[in-house]
């Protein structure tokens, strides 16, 4: 079975950009991966009607149906415009947007219920890493993030395991090593059921063989490296 090629374009890119780097990827199709693309929210309905050879999907969401909340998008509304995933609990949205792994919880339910599929994303910091707290960290983060689940709806979440100290490699940050990252998906697994499990942080096409090459990783959600056409295309060769 193919592994998941999760490209993330978070805020690098202005929405023509998405558009034109969409369009340059319509007709990808790769041996390995099936290739996801998640570009910002504005970018969402046009790529949709762009019928491409990838699938679509939105970088977060909002639990509520619809009400008085302004500037959020309602799962259904992903839904019905094409989307087939939604990321959640990003570690970008946990820093700069107070997201706690209850808003993630009501996230992952209502995307679930929408039919939708989560990437739930979690991860330690550099410093719970180094005092070796990663596993007491995930339980927590995952046991909270998916209570509201009955037991049978946990395996259609993906997990994407994305250490925070690993995620925007630039500047010298480097991908966690590979068999730290077997290890700590082999544990997810081994806890949190059958969902797949992604890795997350500073793939790129030198690294991303390594990562994909782990029988226990069943893909991978690229940032950075994502956002340009000869990287991506080296990735999912
Ligand atoms: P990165 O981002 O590949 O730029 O490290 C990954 C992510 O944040 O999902």
């Given at each position: 079975m193919k592994k998941l090629f999760v490209a993330?374009?978070?805020?690098?890119?202005?929405y023509n950009e998405a558009i034109a780097l969409a369009e340059d990827l319509i007709d990808i199709e790769s041996e390995k991966f099936s290739v996801v693309i998640a570009p910002q929210h504005i970018a969402l309905s046009s790529i949709a009607s762009m019928d491409a050879m990838f699938s679509l999907c939105a970088q977060d969401c909002f639990w509520?149906?619809?009400?008085?909340?302004?500037?959020v998008v309602s799962v259904a509304d992903l839904k019905a415009i094409g989307v087939s995933y939604v990321i959640i609990g990003h570690s970008e949205r946990r820093k700069y947007f107070n997201e706690t792994d209850e808003i993630a919880a009501k996230k992952v339910k209502a995307s679930i219920d929408a039919g939708l599929t989560p990437i739930l994303c979690v991860g330690e910091s550099r410093d719970e890493f180094e005092t070796g707290q990663t596993m007491k960290v995930l339980e927590k983060q995952l046991s909270v993030s998916l209570s509201l689940l009955n037991v049978r709806d946990i395996d259609d979440v993906i997990i994407a395991y994305e250490p925070i100290w690993a995620i925007s490699g630039f500047g010298g940050v480097k991908a966690n090593d590979a068999c730290e990252t077997e290890k700590t998906i082999k544990w997810i697994k081994d806890n949190f059921g059958e969902a797949k499990v992604l890795y997350g942080g500073s793939v790129n096409h030198e690294n991303i063989s390594e990562i994909v090459n782990l029988d226990s990783c069943d893909g991978v959600l690229v940032g950075?490296?994502?956002?340009?056409i000869d990287s991506f295309r080296k990735m999912i060769q």
């Open positions: 993330n374009w978070k805020q690098y890119i202005s509520e149906k619809s009400g008085a909340f302004t500037g950075f490296s994502s956002v340009n």
